[in-house]
């Protein structure tokens, strides 16, 4: 037969139970007395609320006529400014923005554009009804990236770039090109 204890326990153990419950209470007021307030804990959550947008935000951008349009979402691989003679001839000017993409960032919202093999591997993309190039592919240089024309962003200042590349066939006056005067409008 199981001997059952009845007797209460001793003074120590009693001691003890009302202990813990004693440091539990502090330790809940010491909780509530350095728990942040809610208007802090809201304003931080907008902030990052905000910073999560801002990384997951989204640019667009088109072409002259806006028969083509394109979005891209987050951050580009690289922003760069490039001056080989292949973007030169294909954007009639001295250098061409850009910024790369990974392939499933870019989604085209409107038409479809042209595309041309402008040498070797590159597959320039262009509105075949304004001539406005958009992107830039090359499969063996640049697997599963696609270049954006910067200048065809609907806000052309948010990605601004970080280097200059290709410069081994920069035009020589745009070696100095930053240091001509500069004038509001056209001259008088
Ligand atoms: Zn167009
Ligand atoms: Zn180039």
Redesign the pocket.
């Given at each position: 037969m199981v001997k059952r204890n009845v007797n209460p326990p001793p003074t120590a153990q009693r001691n003890q139970g009302s202990e813990r419950r004693q440091l539990a209470r502090e330790r809940e007021n010491k909780e509530a007395a350095t728990q942040t307030p809610y208007c802090v804990r809201r304003a931080l959550y907008l902030i990052w609320h905000d910073r999560a947008l801002e990384i997951t935000m989204t640019h667009s951008g088109q072409c002259h006529c806006g028969a083509i349009r394109y979005e891209l979402s987050g951050d580009p691989k690289d922003v760069s400014l490039?001056?080989?003679?292949?973007?030169?001839r294909c954007a009639g000017a001295p250098v061409?923005a850009?910024a790369g993409f990974a392939e499933d960032q870019l989604t085209l919202t409107k038409g479809a554009p042209k595309i041309r093999n402008s040498s070797g591997a590159a597959m320039r993309s262009f509105c075949a009804d304004c001539g406005t190039g958009l992107f830039?592919r090359n499969a063996d240089i640049l697997p599963n990236i696609v270049e954006v024309q910067l200048a065809t962003l609907d806000d052309p200042e948010a990605l601004p770039p970080t280097v200059h590349?290709?410069t081994a066939?920069q035009i020589g006056w745009m070696k100095t090109a930053h240091e001509l005067p500069r004038i509001d409008r056209f001259p008088e």
């Open positions: 490039c001056h080989c003679s292949d973007c030169r061409v850009w830039y590349i290709q066939e």
